[in-house]
């Protein structure tokens, strides 16, 4: 097809020319004497990104999943009991993790569309008097929802009720698009990923873990190799890996890092806030169609989860944008597969590219009989962000 493909899943997302080009690199000796440069370079980024002056950044090569992976066997006994919320597939999937490592999970259900309750964290830590829950995992974005959750309120009820369990926070989505405070929110382990804020291809997973997380690690019986944190962190501490990593990936990083902080992460959280203010207008204003995500304060400002009508097949709308018209919208997810379709808005994206994925996504809604005023979630989204000032990032 002519043109290029729209690509509007949450992740993975554009990679900007800068980092493809970036990543257009002879293979090196990853253990030469120059290799630290690169490593060292992306380390310290990362450092700053996830706002930690002691926590330990650390690049596995894996995808997310690998790092939730690691933060559970790393700083976890066998047979330990974690408490999480489960609202939307993410969150449902290291849940899984959880219990097919053999940990116990104390289960918070909550209605997909919402997210985590920092009540119901607090009034559960508060009911383990004898501390047996070890670590409280809290996805930051579910990203088959369109969710955020505050995790500096999970962190207050922790402090709160005194208990001493680890923090685990999913930022696989959020991470350098909505704002995360490793040290402020006393996070012992982020997880997350490159193929979305950090806008490169999948591949590394990126994880930050705290002093206090290490000293777990320390002590902690689980079996683990591949991801094992002490193994890592020594071999990192010097720039080098334990085992040979993806050097093009890493020359993408540190020119995504450098990007970020040009823009300043600052301007990059409120560019992704005003871009999905105007999704959440086209979807909200002009097609009268309701979010999965049930009230404001749980709007996700890098993915939009739009509910269709009742006998609408959302497979069937996506599947149409993407032979159709070459835009590929994220699908539904388990209970919610068929029901919903979500626009990814993170990443390098501006104005214009997100008007074609509305655009899109409304023709196919037309094309399937969905009773959309033609042109309306582009006047919505238009008129929103015509009505605010544009961020540094997107005004030139
Ligand atoms: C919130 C969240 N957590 C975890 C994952 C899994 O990450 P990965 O696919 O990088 O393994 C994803 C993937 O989309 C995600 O959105």
Known sequence: MAGRNFLFVPGPSNVPDRVLRAMTVAMEDHRSARFPELSLACLKGLQRLFRTENGTPMIFPSSGTGCWEAALTNCLNPGDRVLAARFGQFSHLWIDMCQRLGFEVELLEEEWGTGASPERYRAALAADKGHSIKAVLVCQNETATGVTSDVAAIRAAID?????????????????????????????????????????????????????????????????????????????????????????????????????????????????????????????????????????????????????????????????????????????????????????????????????????????????????????????????????????????
């Open 160 to 396: 709160e009720t005194r208990h001493p369990a680890l923090l685990f926070v999913d930022s696989v989505s959020a991470l350098a698009s909505i704002d995360f405070r490793m040290d402020e929110w006393g996070v012992d382990v982020c997880v997350s990923g490159s193929q979305k804020g950090l806008m490169l291809p999948a591949g590394l997973g990126i994880t930050c873990v705290s002093v206090r997380a290490l000293d777990a690690a320390k002590s902690a019986r689980s079996r683990r190799c591949y991801f094992d944190y002490a193994d890592m962190a020594q071999a990192l501490r010097t720039g080098y890996f334990p085992y040979t990593p993806s050097i093009p990936l890493l020359h993408g990083l540190r020119e995504s890092l450098t990007m970020l902080f040009e823009e300043g992460l600052e301007q990059v959280f409120t560019r992704h806030h005003y871009l999905a203010a105007g999704a959440r207008a086209a979807v909200q204003d002009g097609w009268r169609l309701k979010l999965c995500a049930r009230a404001p304060h749980w709007h996700s400002d890098t993915v939009s989860a739009v509910m269709l009508p009742e006998g609408v097949d959302g497979a069937k709308i996506i599947a149409h944008a993407f032979r159709r018209y070459n835009l590929a919208l994220g699908a539904g997810l388990s209970k919610v597969a068929g029901k919903l379709f979500r626009i990814g808005h993170l990443g390098d994206l501006n104005e214009l590219m997100l008007l074609g994925a509305i655009a899109g996504a409304e023709m196919a809604m037309l094309d399937a009989g969905v009773k959309v005023e033609p042109g309306s979630g582009v006047a919505a989204a238009g008129s929103y962000w015509r009505a605010h000032a544009a961020p540094a990032g997107l005004a030139g």
